[in-house]
């Protein structure tokens, strides 16, 4: 269950690996939302057999190593546990991170690599976007690293670009048309013809590759609890 601020009802997701969101507004009381849950159980069980048969089941179990393809970097990741720790600390490598404290703690440890995911996609990302700024000649003011589920990037009007961290697992042909993809909203903050024209400008095979970042999600690992 996810409280929102914004949400205005309650509302059910189910994603593609057979987990269940539940989004509530605020001050909704739990008897209100396992009503909610009851009434739609049905909606739910189709819904995750229709992801499971067209997708194999995965476990959630954590990483023994970690394969970032878009920026060709592969660490191993090594568990060292500490008797009475209350939390998870990483320590990184060129080719090994190690999480140790409460590695016990199946949700911890994520949360560490999470962490550690949003600052090596903030050190790789920057450049790249900084270099792709210059040569389409759309500057931004900030970038922000996101872990999302809905989208993979965005620009606001303000100037600020946000990545989503997953972008990682993808290919560099993914990432790199992305990064254009947004850069190109600082000029046309809509998606009309002269954006795409803009857009191919810059990435002739910008339709593919549109289209493969909606099956994105499936090189994203499971362990990672996103998608």
């Not at 209100?32 to 739609?40: G, I, Y």
């Not at 949700?107 to 050190?123: E, F, H, K, N, P």
């Not at 990682?168 to 998606?191: D, K, S, T, V």
Request: hydrophobic share 40%.
């Amino acid at each position: 269950m996810r409280e929102s601020g914004r949400a205005r009802r309650l509302s059910i997701k189910v994603f593609p690996r057979g987990r269940v969101e539940v989004v509530v507004p605020r001050r909704t009381r739990p008897a209100e939302v396992a009503e909610f849950v009851a009434e739609n159980r049905e909606w739910i069980r189709r819904a995750r057999e229709s992801f499971g048969a067209e997708l194999a089941a995965e476990d959630y179990l954590l990483p023994k190593s970690i394969e970032l393809a878009a920026v060709g970097r592969s660490v191993a990741v090594r568990y060292v546990p500490e008797r009475a720790a209350a939390s998870v600390r990483y320590r990184a490598g060129s080719d090994m991170l190690t999480l140790s404290g409460r590695t016990h703690d199946h949700a911890m440890c994520v949360q560490a690599i999470r962490r550690w995911l949003s600052g090596t996609a903030r050190r790789e990302f920057s450049p790249r976007l900084d270099g792709l700024a210059r040569l389409i000649g759309a500057p931004y003011e900030r970038l922000q690293i996101r872990a999302q589920r809905s989208c993979w990037g965005s620009r606001s009007s303000s100037g600020t670009v946000s990545l989503n961290l997953c972008l990682l697992f993808l290919e560099p042909a993914h990432l790199r048309y992305l990064m254009i993809h947004e850069l190109c909203h600082g000029r046309h903050m809509n998606h009309s013809k002269r954006f795409w024209k803009l857009v191919g400008k810059f990435e002739a095979d910008y339709r593919r590759l549109d289209r493969e970042l909606g099956e994105g999600w499936r090189q994203v690992p499971a362990w990672l609890g996103i998608y």
